[in-house]
Nanobody, 122 residues
């Protein structure tokens, strides 16, 4: 089992930046990728970004590409999502996840965090 806990959500203004963290524990060696997803009110869960275990490969949704950066520190078992130039449409509950397969595959996530709220006001 892998346990995931997100940190860093909050309320910001449009154009501001925010960094989310996801601390992993347990059998993290069984996963090959970690990712961020989000669910906006009244919408389906949406893929945001993913990063390979090595940290050398990453993948982004078109809606955040160029504004968000995913990274990880394996020594700390922590993944990050740096979010810049935030927009009101980025408002959502953000979830971190860990799973298997290549980063371009937005499925095969086996473990999920509890989520952290990000609210962007205009």
């Amino acid at each position: 089992q892998v346990q995931l806990v997100e940190f860093g959500g909050g309320s910001v203004q449009a154009g501001d930046s925010l960094r989310l963290s996801c601390a992993a524990s347990g059998r993290t060696s069984t996963t090959s990728k970690m990712g961020w997803f989000r669910r906006a009110p009244g919408k389906e869960r949406e893929f945001v970004a993913a990063i390979a275990r090595s940290g050398e490969d990453s993948y982004y949704s078109n809606s955040v590409k160029g504004r968000f950066t995913i990274s990880r520190d394996n020594a700390k078992n922590t993944m990050y999502l740096q979010m810049n130039n935030l927009k009101p449409e980025d408002t959502a509950v953000y979830y971190c996840a860990a799973g298997r397969g290549p980063v371009v595959l937005t499925s095969l996530y086996d473990y999920w965090g509890q989520g952290t709220q990000v609210t962007v006001s205009s």
